[in-house]
Nanobody, 121 residues
């Protein structure tokens, strides 16, 4: 199985910064992509940013220039550096890992339990 564990959420004032971390562990053979999604109350889950095994990144327009995604391949860990936070960034942030396990022959998506980010004065 795969365990996906996020950390780093919390309460921050507008304009502040937070760093989220997500570590994947278990019977992982290879990771294709890791990413961050978020879901605000009453809204659909949306992609925030992701990063491929080759290092290519993609960002939602709403976070470009403010958020930076990075990874540590040796640790199967992905980070999300969030700067200039706005109240509209408030949401539960979920980590997604697209990986193939040692006994599987196809890539599947695995999700963390989510971490709350609240931006408020």
């Amino acid at each position: 199985q795969v365990q996906v564990v996020e950390s780093g959420g919390g309460l921050v004032q507008p304009g502040g910064s937070l760093r989220l971390s997500c570590a994947a562990s278990g019977s992982i053979l290879n990771i294709n992509k890791m990413g961050w999604y978020r879901q605000a109350p009453g809204q659909q889950r949306e992609l925030v940013a992701d990063i491929s095994s080759g290092g290519s990144t993609a960002y939602a327009n709403s976070v470009k220039g403010r958020f930076t995604i990075s990874k540590d391949n040796a640790k199967n860990t992905v980070y999300l550096e969030m700067n200039s936070l706005k109240p509209e960034d408030t949401a539960v942030y979920y980590c997604n890992v697209n990986a193939v396990l040692v006994w599987n022959d196809s890539y599947r998506n695995y999700w963390g339990q989510g971490t709350q980010v609240t931006v408020s004065s």
